[in-house]
């Protein structure tokens, strides 16, 4: 299913190369680039080529234009902090197709970049539509895509496009993110757990059956874990509850059991009266919620029953925080277990966080470099998790066919 032609694979001296990046990154009112992640997350690959003597035009969305000119969403801050993280020419072009851009594409020369405006400015983008992708693929001759976070959508650059390519390969981004997520889904070193949070469960079904089949343990926590509570006639007071998928809950702790799995919820909560950081707080077990009070953190007696599985494991995957960890009172959950995991990796466990609010966790404690991989997509990660071919690595070569 991951073994896609690699960038490292491609005789691209000489050659034009459309590289589709994901630079989808936050501007303050100044129109400046707030957080460059996902910008620098792209160098390994572009130096690749840079050295390889390729020419670059680069593509990326930003933002919802909904397929409309929006200054607010131009990639042009984007060319400007690229500029000053590659050692390389960066040009920018005010369209993505057009005269202009073909003869800009034109006159690149070899180790020069051309970064394009804003896919999404054209509605034709999203839309797929095969005359628009058809001008994309003719600016270049090969093809790269290393925006993992788009993969699970088949839009014209990452689908529609490629159709046009004899070789289409994976950057060295696209490439960890399939290694890494892959390599969780397919063999993972046991044992295996999975550590899920985040506020509503609805979202997560499809994961957690999936990694029930392939783990060993899975740790609930968040608004999630409440749902589970009802399932087992204990009160939850005012906390999120999903009572559409009552029954579900119900069938996948059948389908642990008969698997021989383990799922674990929270043996601790900490509730509150309202989700303020100088709400009153107390911490209470599962069966004793109190009425009108709602489940925002795990508690300390989870942390360190989830430390010790965690401690325990070779392979831990997590998404999702354990609760409301963007007001302080409630993150100690959530901080606690971002710390264990990367005090895991030290001693040798892979550790893979699935993108989204976890993410911003582990960055507001400075950990991001301290786990195994960290995955630039939230809603790609899950789909890949949920066992799901995502449409833009789909239409990525098959290296063995590649290579004949």
């Known amino acids: 299913m991951f073994a896609k032609l690699s960038v490292r694979d491609l005789d691209c001296a000489g050659k034009t190369v459309f590289v589709r990046v994901d630079y989808n990154v936050p501007l303050n009112d100044r129109q400046e680039v707030t957080d460059d992640t996902r910008i620098r997350a792209s160098l390994p690959t572009l130096e690749f080529l840079i050295e390889k003597g390729a020419r670059l035009v680069l593509a990326s969305h930003l933002g919802r234009p909904k397929g409309k000119v929006q200054f607010e969403f131009s990639l042009s801050p984007v060319a400007d902090r690229l500029s000053e993280l590659v050692e390389a020419p960066v040009r920018f072009v005010r369209d993505c197709v057009g005269d202009e851009v073909r003869e800009q594409a034109g006159r690149l020369k070899e180790g020069e970049i051309l970064l394009l405006e804003n896919l999404r400015f054209h509605a034709e983008e999203t839309d797929n539509e095969p005359g628009f992708a058809a001008e994309l693929a003719a600016l270049a001759e090969l093809y790269v895509n290393d925006a993992f976070g788009t993969a699970h959508r088949a839009h014209a650059s990452t689908e529609g496009m490629t159709k046009h390519f004899a070789q289409r390969a994976a950057g060295l981004l696209m490439e960890k993110e399939l290694d890494f997520l892959g390599g969780m889904l397919a063999e993972p070193e046991r044992p295996a757990a999975a550590l899920l949070g985040g506020a509503k469960i609805s979202g997560k079904i499809p994961v957690i059956e999936s990694l029930l089949e392939r783990l060993d343990t899975l740790m609930i926590g968040g608004g999630m874990a409440f749902t589970f509570f009802k399932t ?89 925080p354990m609760g409301l960890f963007e007001v302080p009172s409630f993150a100690k959950g959530t901080h606690s277990l971002a710390r264990v995991l990367a005090e895991a990796t030290n001693h040798g466990t892979t550790t893979v966080v699935g993108g989204g609010d976890s993410v911003a966790a582990i960055n507001q404690l400075g950990l991001a470099g301290r786990f195994s991989h960290v995955s630039t997509g939230g809603g790609a990660s899950l789909e890949l998790m949920e066992g799901k071919v995502l449409p833009g690595v789909a239409a990525l070569s098959d290296r063995k066919e590649a290579m004949v």
């Open 232 to 320: 087992l006639g204990l009160g939850v007071g005012a906390s999120i509850v999903d009572d559409s998928l009552l029954e579900t809950a119900r069938a996948i702790t059948r389908q642990a059991k008969e698997s021989k799995r383990e799922i674990l919820l929270p043996v601790d909560i900490v509730v509150a009266r309202e989700k303020t950081g100088d709400a009153e707080t107390q911490v209470v077990l599962p069966t004793d919620i109190p009425e009108g009070w709602m489940g925002l953190d795990i508690g300390p007696k989870t942390v360190e029953l989830y430390s010790q599985v965690i401690q325990a494991s070779k392979s831990v995957f997590w998404n999702g």
